[in-house]
Each structure stands twice: as C-alpha cells, then as structure tokens.
C-alpha cells in the first residue's frame, strides 16, 4: 500500500521561500499523477499543483503560477512543491496526494481523483 508523508512545512515571512517535500513508500511515483492541494483553516481543500509522471508537465493553479513550482523524483519516490514568494493566503495545511495512471490535466485539480494522501504539513507565513 502506498503511503506518504510531507514534510517542509513552517513559519516564514511574506515574500520568503520554502520546499516543501512529500516521500513516498510502497511504490515509486512511476506511472502515477502526483499533486499538492492545501487547506486553509474554515475553508475546503484546494488544488495547488500537479505533474503526470510520464509527461512531468506540472499544472497549477492560477493563483500560484509564477510562484511554486511543482516536481519529483522518481529515484528517491519524492515530491516537492517549491514555494516562491509567499503570501499571507498561502498559510494552510499542504497534503500531497497520488493516484495511479496519467488522467488529463483538468482532472488532476479534483481532489476526488486521487487514491493516497499525506496527514499534511502546516505552512504559515506571518507579515
């Protein structure tokens, strides 16, 4: 059974940096999807980013291009979610998520799509 933890998580300020990383056991991310989604406190958890492990075109959402960056290693069964300019409304609880096959990129921002998921790590950044 496939298994995940992140970690990375913290308190940073406005406009600092972090990477957040999610390992995996049971498998290697090979012939899977892979994604973030976050969940700030009193709202729904959202989609971040995605990236197919065939392509490894990353997909984000809107609020976040330019910004994060999504990516995997196969070798170490690792996701990272680089986080660049940070924003007071990116402080939430960070969840990686996977599910098998290589669905089209508007279905990876469905959290109903994914089969494993991480207990998450808090991100909060304070101005």
């Known amino acids: 059974q496939v298994q995940l933890v992140e970690s990375g998580g913290g308190l940073v300020q406005a406009g600092d940096s972090l990477r957040l990383s999610c390992a995996a056991s049971?498998?290697?991310?090979?012939?899977?999807?892979v994604a973030w989604f976050r969940q700030a406190p009193g709202k729904e958890r959202d989609f971040v980013a995605a990236?197919?492990?065939?392509?490894?075109?990353?997909y984000y959402e809107d609020s976040v291009k330019g910004r994060f960056t999504i990516s995997m290693d196969d070798a170490k069964n690792t996701l990272y979610l680089q986080m660049n300019s940070l924003r007071l409304e990116d402080t939430a609880v960070y969840y990686c998520?996977?599910?098998?096959?290589?669905?089209?990129?508007?279905?990876?921002?469905?959290?109903?799509?994914?089969?494993?998921w991480g207990p998450g790590t808090q991100v909060t950044v304070s101005s």
């Open positions: 049971g498998r290697t991310f090979g012939g899977y999807s």
């Open positions: 990236i197919r492990s065939t392509s490894r075109t990353p």
């Open positions: 998520a996977t599910r098998r096959g290589n669905p089209i990129l508007s279905a990876l921002r469905e959290e109903s799509m994914y089969e494993y």
